[in-house]
């Protein structure tokens, strides 16, 4: 009898649980998730979800991670045919770049790209996508001014290179841990400036005494360094967008390796131009501008170009 009435207290607890079992099952079995199409968050699902809620749009809540009041509009819902993968499909193309919440029946998953593959992003970016010369048009004196001879070109890009990496991660430090702290960002482009000219009287210093032939071939154009709007941009990027460490460094070697390849091929086209038939009123600077026109409009063709 009294087993019997343990029984009978019970059976309501356990029907109850039977009720809610597909909705536990779909509530915390979020096992993987990652963005699909440009359009798409796909989810990975434990154990298969009930197939009328996983196909319903209005289950699901998604918002960037930054904006959490701005709500994302899912247009629909498919599920896998494995059973246990959604595919979310919004009506306009998600920024991948920031993270997204995704919920659903009380379970949460960040959405975000790899981190490395982010970093990649950044590097590839400044390189091609953005080129500082060709798609953001810095640093044309230097450029113009340097590129006549392939030596003298990777001479410079390399030294760029060295000058923008050092001072790029100064800046980050002075940036973090003392504008930031005490709020003096109204300094930013005194302090960078200073910076990038400490890193260039080093370089210089170094160059004078290793390689003078070369530091004779820069003349005046490494003086120009110090001011240059190519070095200032990493910085003053580089604290516009919060990056770290890691990010700031990926952002100064994209963008010194991408000044440094413009000057290489520009270099290399001007030394066969001095065999062409180039009429007397387009030689010197005139053809010269019209080449890098036709590299600005070559790289024109990675705009868009998503890495990972």
Partial sequence: MKTFTMIKRALPAALLCLLLLPALVWAGAISGQRFGA???????????????????????????????????????????????????????????????????????????????????????????????????????????????????????????LIVMVASAIMSWFFYQFILKPFQLNFLQIVIFIGLVSLTVQAVDTVLRKVNPVLFNSFGVYLVLVIANCVILAVPLILADNEYNFFESLMLATGAGGGFMLALYLMASVRERL??????????????AFIVAGQFALAFLGFSGLSIF
């Fill in 38 to 160: 440009a359009d798409e968050i796909v989810l990975t699902f434990a154990a298969g979800p009930d197939q009328a809620t996983a196909t319903n749009p209005e289950s699901y809540s998604v918002h960037e991670e930054a904006d959490p009041d701005i709500r994302l509009a899912v247009a629909t819902a498919s599920l896998g045919a494995d059973g246990r993968t959604v595919t979310l499909k919004f009506s306009a193309p998600l920024n991948t770049l920031k993270p997204h919440v995704v919920t659903t029946a009380g379970a949460s998953a960040r959405v975000s790209k790899s981190y490395l593959g982010y970093l990649f992003g950044i590097l590839v970016s400044a390189l091609l996508i953005n080129n500082f010369v060709f798609t953001k048009y810095l640093g044309l004196c230097v450029f113009f001014g340097t590129s006549k001879r392939k030596d003298t070109a990777k001479g410079m890009g390399f030294t760029f």
């Fill in 274 to 287: 001095e065999l062409a038939n180039v009429p007397r009123s387009f030689k010197g600077v005139p053809i």
